[in-house]
């Protein structure tokens, strides 16, 4: 399984990004949103399982949603209300067949 992030890129304070992460194949089971940045420890900001329950990390409740199209084989990451706090390398990542998948990372700076 493949994961390819994008959307990141450099925006100010209180504007808002998408990030998509396209899978190389149908999976059916949970994905997420994880980030680090440097100095800080890696957190999983948003969840989504098969069946479309959520949940959020709290710093991130309220601003940011995630969501799946499995059409499409993939999860997207609204981001809105930004804060320089968030700026981080965003991963997304899979389950599949009981194995871990990540992605690259698509950075995301956001300025005050």
């Known amino acids: 399984v493949q994961l390819v992030e994008s959307g990141g890129g450099l925006v100010q304070a209180g504007g808002s990004l998408r990030l998509s992460c396209a899978a190389s194949?149908?999976?059916?089971?949970?994905m997420g949103w994880y980030r680090r940045a440097p100095g800080k420890q890696r957190e999983v900001v948003a969840h989504i399982s098969g069946g479309g329950n959520t949940n959020y990390a709290n710093s991130v409740k309220e601003r940011f949603t995630i969501s799946r199209d499995n059409g499409k084989n993939t999860v997207y990451l609204q981001m809105n209300s930004l804060k320089p706090e968030d700026t981080a390398v965003y991963y997304c990542?899979?389950?599949?067949?009981?194995?871990?998948?990540w992605g690259q990372g698509t950075q995301v700076t956001v300025s005050s």
């Open positions: 194949r149908t999976i059916v089971s949970d």
């Open positions: 990542y899979a389950f599949f067949e009981s194995t871990d998948y």
